[in-house]
């Protein structure tokens, strides 16, 4: 009879337990609350140094639990003691605690739900990095910030150890608190975010509290700090700012893409990190956008390369075309892919840099071949432009010679090199960014003297001139050199002058133009053109006229003829 009794009641409690059971997750902080950041330094994982004010490194006050809430940050400079560099570890514990509450769980007035709490280590192990063996040309003397490896490089040596790992110290903490006051059914709780709360222990029941998201996207390992002797202090950035809960669960996909990627396709680390900074650092709004436009970029670099191709397979003249422009261009690009190859670039930006170098060397045989025709058909007078490309260049050579030399001799003196012919792709790589406006100007002043456009690839040049606009757009949130940036905004300036020649002189294709050339001829049947074209010019540009052109050119010769006869 006991024994019925006691399994009614235990029926009756799981049905009222059912009957009780929340449908919906709970935060236990409210958008009301007022919050106080603590930030702590420990050498142990397990935090119970709460009286310990030497411990305290950040305390703040007055944060609302709310987007609203401003970044906060604060810079530090921590003591190196022996027991780091014994390779030991210092954690960071953050304590967020609704305004005036105990965090202390030895505190009578403790209240668990009040306080949310993350611990993070800031000393990691990572192999020790090799001196790259820098150095002054002149004098021998070896770059000073290297002293340090060339000494563990030694004592590596001659203990006869290789890859020794030593303590590095990350110098950023990035804590994001997650802003979610949603009520969401149980159900429909995101799966990422659920573990998170878990893992860290703060999801009990159908209450949570809100997660301290550590960003270790923002801190990259060129970030790291080598702890050793010659550091008394280390530094340490320590940044607060709100993350809604949308925002996590994308940033912490994204951190998995990216270990997934360098562990399937072979993506390099640097790679890696560099695709981070880019989708950390950058806006949403301009990162989608860039995205977008990517697209478009491959498109039109398709189309630019289909329409160059083209053009330079169906020129018959170089009138109007600096061939000295293009030999240079082709000596800077393949100093640039000997740059790349020397600092050990992505395969993909080699393999772009190969191919528009290939590009190159076919337009300076085809310009080649075609100026010698253009010689045996002249009268062993020199081209107006030939005489307009030598004259442009005859101003331009001096500076550019002097710009190189200046740069060459201050980097000589100043910088420290891994040998001569680093030195040298350099000294190039630096004219060549610099230069850059220089060499690409005879063009533009051969335009000017002939007053006349209608000698260039326009198709190309629109292609390639859109594409120079998008590259301003990935210029600001791609990580590249200074100068290289720099060069994107040059190119800017060239083709702006390049559509200002094309609106001032306007192409008439009925016009003779300065060689003699017409675009198209009259198509009335009866009527003498004195100016007949002498032969096929600009087939790229007038594709669509250049056979009824030529017919029509044929039909007026030959009634010509008949009448002279």
């Known amino acids: 009879m006991l024994h019925l009794l006691l399994c009614c009641a235990w029926a009756v409690a799981g049905v009222s337990g059912a009957r009780a059971r929340p449908t919906h997750f709970e935060n236990s902080f409210s958008p009301s609350d007022v919050l106080d950041l603590r930030v702590f330094l420990s050498p142990t994982v397990h935090f119970t140094m709460f009286n310990d004010t030497s411990a305290l490194k950040w305390f703040e006050t007055d944060i609302p639990y709310d ?16 027991h780091l560099r014994a390779n030991h570890s210092m954690f960071a514990h953050t304590f967020m605690s609704k305004k005036g509450a105990a965090i202390d769980p030895k505190d009578p007035a403790y209240d668990r739900w009040s306080v949310t709490h993350n611990v993070f280590s800031l000393t990691t192990a990572g192999e020790r990095l090799k001196p790259l063996g820098l150095y002054k040309l002149l004098t021998g003397e070896p770059a000073p910030w290297e002293e340090e490896l060339r000494r563990g490089a030694a004592a590596d040596a001659a203990a006869g150890r290789q890859g020794v790992y030593v303590p590095y110290w990350k110098p950023k903490l990035y804590l ?9 059914p149980l159900e429909l709780m995101p799966y990422t975010y659920e573990q998170y709360l878990r893992a860290n222990r703060l999801l009990q029941g159908h209450r949570f509290r809100p997660l301290i998201y550590v960003n270790e996207l923002m801190v990259m390992k060129m970030h790291w700090v080598a702890i050793n002797e010659s550091l008394p202090t280390l530094p340490l950035e320590v940044t607060f700012k709100p993350l809604p809960a949308h925002r996590f669960q994308w940033m912490v996909n994204l951190q998995s893409t990216f270990k997934v990627n360098e562990e399937t396709l072979g993506i390099t680390e640097k790679e890696s990190e560099d695709m981070r900074g880019m989708f950390v650092n950058t806006n949403p709004v301009l990162l989608y956008t860039t995205v977008a436009v990517s697209a478009v970029h491959l498109l039109f670099d398709v189309l630019a390369f289909k329409n160059d191709v083209a053009f330079w397979r169906s020129v018959d003249t170089m009138e109007g075309l600096s061939s000295r422009t293009l030999v240079l261009n082709q000596i800077m690009e393949l100093v640039i892919l000997l740059y790349l190859r020397e600092q050990d670039s992505s395969w993909l930006v080699q393999i772009s840099s190969f191919f528009t170098l290939v590009l190159g060397v076919f337009k300076i045989f085809k310009s080649f071949t075609v100026k010698k025709l253009d010689a045996a058909k002249s009268d062993g007078e020199e081209s107006i432009t030939d005489k307009y490309d030598k004259l442009a260049f005859r101003y331009l050579s001096p500076p550019l010679l002097l710009l190189v030399v200046c740069y060459s ?8 090199h891994r040998g ?20 690409m100007t005879p063009q533009l002043f051969i335009n000017y003297r002939l007053k006349s456009v209608a000698h260039l690839p326009w198709k ?8 120079t606009f998008i590259d301003d757009l990935f210029a600001f949130i791609i990580k590249m050199p ?14 702006a002058i390049f559509l200002y020649q094309r609106w001032v002189y306007r ?10 050339h017409r675009g198209e001829a009259e198509n009335e049947e009866g009527k003498e053109d004195d100016n007949v074209s002498r ?20 039909r007026k010769t030959g009634k010509k003829s008949g009448k002279t006869d």
């Open 507 to 516: 192409v008439d294709m009925s016009r003779v133009n300065e060689f003699g």
């Open 535 to 554: 032969r096929a010019q600009h087939s790229a540009n007038l594709k669509t006229t250049e056979g009824e052109g030529s017919a029509t050119a044929k």
């Open 460 to 467: 190309f040049f629109m292609y390639k001139a859109l594409n």
């Open 176 to 184: 994001q608190l997650i802003i979610d006051h949603e009520e969401r």
């Open 409 to 416: 001799l201050w980097s000589l003196v100043f910088h420290y």
């Open 482 to 495: 200074t100068l290289h940036r720099m060069s994107c905004f040059r190119d800017d300036i060239v083709f």
């Open 420 to 439: 001569w012919y680093a030195w040298l792709l350099e000294s190039l790589v630096a004219l060549v960014y610099g230069g850059g406006f220089i060499v």
């Open 67 to 82: 987007m609203a809430a401003e970044e906060r940050s604060i810079e530090l400079q921590i003591p190196t003691s022996d």
